[in-house]
Nanobody, 125 residues
Framework: EAQLVESGGGSVQAGESLRLSCVAS????????IGWFRQAPGKEREGVSYIGKSASKTYYADSVKGRFTVSRDNAKNTAYLQMNSLKPEDTAVYYC??????????????????WGQGTQVTVSS
């Protein structure tokens, strides 16, 4: 059974950092791109960052560009989202997801095959 498990969320002050991890199991991780999404209360799910299968392609939403860094370690079946200079507007549940059919950068949730359960990130001012 395919599974993605996020961890690393928490409560921090504005300006601080967090690193989220996404551990995959039950499928061949190297064949899948990973997307990071977030959803704040009352808002739609938002694509935050994308990393391709071999990490050759990365993409960031304008709202996080320059502050967040996505990476992956295929040997550990793990993707990461390093979040620096956090702002209160970054508060949301963060999800990782895996996409295995396309070879283009996408942050459309419907393109993704597997989803994690999410991890809460709360940033206070």
């Amino acid at each position: 059974e395919a599974q993605l498990v996020e961890s690393g969320g928490g409560s921090v002050q504005a300006g601080e950092s967090l690193r989220l991890s996404c551990v995959a199991s039950g499928f061949f991780f190297e064949d899948y791109a990973i997307g990071w999404f977030r959803q704040a209360p009352g808002k739609e799910r938002e694509g935050v960052s994308y990393i391709g299968k071999s990490a050759s392609k990365t993409y960031y939403a304008d709202s996080v560009k320059g502050r967040f860094t996505v990476s992956r370690d295929n040997a550990k079946n793990t993707a990461y989202l390093q979040m620096n200079s956090l702002k209160p507007e970054d508060t949301a549940v963060y999800y990782c997801a895996a996409e295995g059919d396309l070879d283009i950068v996408t942050l459309y949730p419907g393109d993704y095959d597997y989803w994690g359960q999410g991890t809460q990130v709360t940033v206070s001012s």
